[in-house]
């Protein structure tokens, strides 16, 4: 089965890998937002869902053009998500999903966890088309898991519908918001993640936008210490970084590297999820410096705007939708051409615009640190990213 989360060809650099499409003219990862409706009450929500769907939403024929405009561009298409709020409240979501692989689309879904997602409807989006589905956990038990969504029995439909995927021959992916609050549950997480045989787990980094601005997110130092701690756990589950590419830097510096949980640069966070895992049994077989230690895979480098777009359920264009900086809307003009003429899109192609420490990093090309997470400080979408503690040689 093709694994619609890999690049287009991509190639791995110190660690990280580059696509070889260009990102100025295409893009590669397209996060369609269908609806902002859904029956959960998230802490976290950039989107701030409601159970009602919006009037102004995108039309099912709306929709289908951007799609046939994202397919005109020919190989290597992009990656197209429809996502929400959660899609399962569109009656037309299977229709569109089978619009998007008849266009030769690669069609991945993020439902979210409730009794909307059923065995028949999983089935039914393979049958259309889709490959990937994503559910996230945001706590390694009900009890958590429940009181970050704010309503009781999400935990259990939500691994339910991991399990139930699997069975429908579609590849899952498990999403985690990672704030103050919930970062001491990533080892136990992990435990669970894999037990469900998640395909890649992909890690959110809180940014303060929507209901998340009342949620504490992770200090610089704390960052660095969890990122520390992904990049050891990557050789037990495949996984990636969303809103912290400084991820990609510490790729790089370890690279090739055989240490596992023996930073003693690193912090009292680090040494708490690393001991979490050592209580846990969840090392790798061997020794921490073992040979025989699988080397995790490469991050991509891709960011808002930088072969990342957003559109909304009333179709703004932005770079994210955890950025909300709109450059355009598709009912007035082609996705293709918002992304490709944009002036924020442009700027934000462009690492040496980048401002602070970010532009004089050596790593701006790789990383060039999380624009949502500037704005969302700065009001720049171009300045320094504060989650960031690293200290540029230049």
């Known amino acids: 089965m093709t694994d619609p ?4 060809g991509a190639r791995a650099t110190a660690g990280v890998r580059t696509l070889r499409l260009d990102i100025n003219s295409r893009p590669f990862l397209v996060l369609f937002e269908l609806t902002r409706a859904c029956d959960l009450a ?5 989107a701030e869902a409601s159970a009602a769907r919006h009037p102004l939403e995108l039309t099912t024929g709306e929709v289908s053009a951007v799609l046939a405009d994202l397919a005109a561009l020919g190989p290597p298409r992009p990656i197209v998500v429809l996502t929400g709020g959660d899609p399962f409240k569109r009656t037309d979501l299977v229709e569109l999903v089978a619009r ?9 879904v993020s439902p979210s966890g409730t009794l909307l997602a059923t065995r028949d409807r999983l089935e039914s989006l393979r049958r259309a088309g889709a490959r990937t589905v994503s559910f996230s ?3 390694a038990d009900a009890e958590s898991h429940d009181a970050f969504r704010r309503v009781e029995g999400s935990f259990d439909w939500t691994t339910k519908a991991c399990r139930e995927a699997q069975d429908a021959g579609l590849r899952l992916q498990v999403n985690t918001t990672v704030s103050a609050g919930t970062v001491a549950e990533l080892p136990r997480i992990l435990r669970l993640v894999r037990d469900l045989g998640a395909n890649l787990w992909s890690v959110f980094f809180l940014v303060g936008t929507g209901r998340g601005k009342a949620l504490s997110p992770l200090s610089d130092d704390e960052t660095e210490d969890a990122l520390h701690f992904l990049y050891d756990v990557s050789a037990l589950q495949p996984l990636k970084t969303t809103e912290a590419p400084q991820y990609r830097r510490v790729v790089a510096e370890r690279a090739g590297s055989q240490e596992f949980g023996d930073r003693s640069d690193r912090g009292d966070l680090y040494r708490r999820l690393i001991g979490a895992l050592v209580d846990a049994a969840e090392l790798p077989a061997g020794s921490a410096t073992s040979p025989e230690r699988p080397q995790p895979r490469p991050p991509l480098a891709v960011g808002d705007g930088r072969g990342v777009v957003f559109v909304s359920h009333t179709g703004d264009v932005s770079p994210s939708g955890f950025l909300p900086l709109v450059v355009g809307n598709v009912r007035e003009s082609p996705l293709t051409t918002i992304y490709r003429e944009s002036r924020l899109f442009r700027e934000l192609r462009d690492a040496d615009r980048l401002r602070g420490r ?5 790593y701006r090309s790789v990383c060039g640190g999380s624009r949502a997470r500037a704005y969302a400080s700065s009001g720049d979408p171009l300045g320094e990213d504060p989650s960031c503690p690293y200290v540029p040689a230049a």
């Open 5 to 8: 989360w890999r690049t287009h």
């Open 42 to 46: 998230c802490r976290h929500c950039r």
């Open 100 to 108: 998007g692989s008849e266009l030769g689309l690669a069609m991945a």
């Open 137 to 139: 956990l945001d706590g």
């Open 358 to 362: 970010c532009g004089r990093c050596e």
